[in-house]
């Protein structure tokens, strides 16, 4: 999997821009930043070469911004 896997679509205008993509141990972390104010983000995730997934891999997540 990629960074070009993974759309992020900010409906709310946060200003998050997609950084790079790391596996770690049980997943991957997805670099982010550019975030300016809270809001929601969704995040789509396509299937790579070679893969499927049985069910369309989209979640809305909300974005914090600075200390809560």
Do not use: N, S, W
Not at 43 to 62: I, M, S
């Amino acid at each position: 999997m990629t960074a070009e896997d993974i759309t992020l679509i900010d409906t709310d205008g946060t200003g998050i821009v997609k950084g790079y993509l790391k596996e770690t141990i049980g997943g991957y972390t997805l670099a982010v930043y550019g975030i300016t104010k809270h809001g929601l983000v969704t995040v789509k995730v396509a299937a790579p070469e070679r893969y499927f997934f049985v069910q369309e891999q989209v979640r809305t997540v909300q974005v914090v911004y600075g200390i809560e």
